[in-house]
Structure formats: structure tokens, C-alpha cells
């Protein structure tokens, strides 16, 4: 076999960028189920949903809520996350994020060097993108948004270049995201930068701006704002989500809706990027659109307002400023590799290597009984022993428990019990107030557990709740471990 034909079954940088993105993931995929307590909110709310067959209107797992109105902006994924974990478990949903953040970076990548005719400068644009949304990588629903975020610039991107995208695929892909997760309101920014941007441009030069492109970026995202009221919430939606992003108080308990803190090690990474980012600009001899940068100033205001967002930048900020990289083909060494890698790719056929990448791993992983074993909620971090305990010994009364547990309580005790709070639940801050009252024995606590007739309590070993609880007013200690204390009055 001549060398020619041993070449075209080769993989594309882009696949091996694929396969290394998917790997990277599964050995992160503990990590990402741990991260926080929302995981097991999600998968309980898809299995009421697929149970009930509709999408609940009220507050259905907490009980200080019981009968509040309560929407799920998420309830697809919830949906989806259910069915996968329903069929092969945890380990089904890190293979599910693992594939659609592979695919987002993919095809970020693979559109990047088909417009800019540039791999290895892509490739560490991307590359550190990836690094820097990974301090946001969880197994929640924001990974589709993340992936939506890939194919929604790219579209966009076309529509403002006059490509001949159909306006029709912006509200079609924005009724599927506004129906996935809240974080469809970055597609509407990402139109209205665009549009905005066309506008400035048209202002101060309008022969330079097409007036057929910027009616289409007006539209789509006219009828892109329209789409994304077809959910379960309705307008609503927006009302609740901008509501609850600037309700101070809930902010201010969240640790990823504080600012990034720029002392930490692992935030560096993001500091440098966005120096870097600086340079580039101040490097580059012709400028960017308008549009362009209303998108790349609106996401780097995003991500310095609130952790949150990291990921959003990490997507959007390689985007915009791969055309800044278009110089780098003058530098001979770039040259010449460039010209080898195009040399070997264009000889190369087909793309099965992602495909057959992800169909080797997912076997892998799920017949593997070191994958079972790894991809578990994790005792240190959720009361698995407790909660274990608590299905043989089952408790009678309302219970009040750590908030983070919350929806790991809810997942393996309801319908039988309620939490008092979860990490998702409160949208207005009325529980997570009296949840801080009570678990700091603040003025009033023990009023708010008269109240609530509150009989036992789950929450951590070593916390001055339960010292209190115990020592000063008699509760009993019916199960203790490491993690989580139970106690009874």
C-alpha cells in the first residue's frame, strides 16, 4: 500500500484536538459530577416530568415553596439528563458532556481554520479557550447552552458577512435553547452585538455597510427574541432570569456569581488570556467590525462581573479574535508548518475519527468497572452513607438539611420528604434568608423552626448547628459519619 493511501486515513489536527478534548473530560467526569449539589435536582425534575408528563408550574421538592410559582427554564435537559441516567447512569452523562463540549470546540475550531486557512494559531486560541471554560465544567445543563453557543456564532458570524444562512435556523435553534437552559439569552446578545454593531458602522460609513445585512441581523434577531418565548415560562422567562441575576442578595451567597478573584492560581489563566487578548487588538493593523467588538467587550464585561459567565468567554473571546491571527501567516516558521499541515490534510478523506473516537471511549467507559466506581456521587461530598441509613430508618416530619444537599435528598427521598432547601430552588432569596438564620443561629432561628415544625435535622458532622442542637437543646443523635450528622428532637 503506497504512502498516499496510508495518508488519507490519517487524522486531521482537528480530530486529534477531538479525541483529546473527549479523553480529558472523562478524566474529569468525578470532578464534574461533584461539583456542586444541582446534578441530582436535574435528574429528579426530569423524572417527574417524564412521570407526570408536563412541566411543573409550582414549586414541587422544597416545602417552604409549596404551591409558589416555579418554572423550570431547564426542563429539556432535565428531561434528557433523566433518560441517560435512567439508562446507564452516571457515567452515561459525563460520555453526554464530554461529547457536547467536544463537539463545541470542534466545530469552533474547524470553522475557524476553514475561514482563516490557519491551524496551529487556532488551535492555541481555541486550546485556551477550552482552559479556561474547564474552571466551569459541571454536568448541568449549561453545557448545551455552551454547545448552542459554538453553533449560534457561527451562524451569526456568516449572517453578518453576507453568507447566505437562512434568518428561519436562528428562531428554530432558539426555541430548542430557550427550552434547554436560561443562558439562550446569550444568543440574543450575540445578534443584538452584531446588529448593534452593523448600525455604528452604517452611521459612520454607510457605503461600507450593507443595508440587505443589516436588515437580516435585525430580524433574526427580532424574530430570534420572539422564539425564545416559547417555553414552558413563557415571557416570564425573562422577567424571572434577569430577576434573579440581579437580585442582590441571592449574588451575594453565590460564590460563581461573585467576580473572578484573580489571586487564585487557577484564575491566572484567565487574567493572562485577557491581556493577551489586548495585545492582539493593539497588534493587528486593521480593526475589527463594530459588531465585533460590541460581542468581545460585552462577554469580557460579563466574565469580570461574575464567574458564572467564564465559560461564555472562553467560547466567544477565540472566536472574535481568531482574525487577529491572520498576520502570524508572515512569520516563516508559521508559514511552513501551515503549508506542511494543509499538505498532509488535503490528502486526507472522510471524517469518522470523531465519530469512531467517541463510540471507542463510550464503550470503554461503559463496560469498564473502574468507570462505575469513578463516576459516583462522592461521600465526601453528598450524605450517601446518611442518606443509605435513611432508607432503611426511615424519618417521620419535615426535615431541615444543608442546602447543597438538597437536591440529593430530594433525588432518594421524595415523594415520601421535602427538603427544606436546595441549591436551585430559590429564585427570590426568601428561603436561602431564613436557611442562613437558621443554620447560623441568628435572631429568630429557632422561631423559623417552631414554624416550620421542623423534627429532624440532616446537615454536617462538624457543624455549630448541630453542637447546638444537641448540647443545648437535647436533640438526639440517630446516625453520624464523617460527612453528615442526623439528628431528632
Known sequence: MDSSRIIKFFPRLQDIFFAALFLAILLLGSRMINLDGDLPRHLLFGKYILENRTVPNTEPFIYPYEGRHYVSHEWLAQVVYYLVYAAVGLKGLVLLAAGLLSVTFYISYSYLVKRFSLRLPVLFLVGWGVAITSLN???RPHVF????????????????????????????????????????IAGVLVLFAFAAGWAVDYLFDSRNADTAIGKRLWLALLLSALASFLNPGGAGSWTSILGFVNNRYLMSRMLEANAPNFQLPEMRILLAFMAFSIFLLAFKREKLSAGQGFLLAGFTAMSL?????????????PFVLAETLSETKNLKLVNRLENTL????????????PIFTSIALAILVLISPLSSALYKFDPETFPVKAVDWLASNPQEGRTFNDLNWGGYLELHLFPEHKAFADSIADVTGDVTMEYETILTMSKGWEELMTFYNIEWAIIETDSDLAVILVEENGWNILYEDETAVILRK
Request: charged share 10%; hydrophobic share 55%; proline share 1%.
Open 145 to 184: 447552552s455552551m454547545f448552542l453557543l459554538a453553533v449560534w456564532l457561527i451562524l451569526a458570524d456568516e449572517l453578518r458577512r453576507g453568507g447566505n444562512t437562512s434568518i428561519w435556523q436562528f428562531p428554530v435553534l432558539m426555541i430548542l435553547w430557550s427550552n434547554l437552559h436560561g443562558v439562550f
Open 137 to 139: 465544567w459541571a454536568i
Open 305 to 317: 462581573v461574575a464567574f458564572r459567565n467564564i465559560h461564555l468567554y472562553g467560547i466567544v473571546a
Open 342 to 353: 494543509a499538505g498532509i490534510e488535503t490528502r486526507i478523506t472522510g471524517s469518522f475519527h
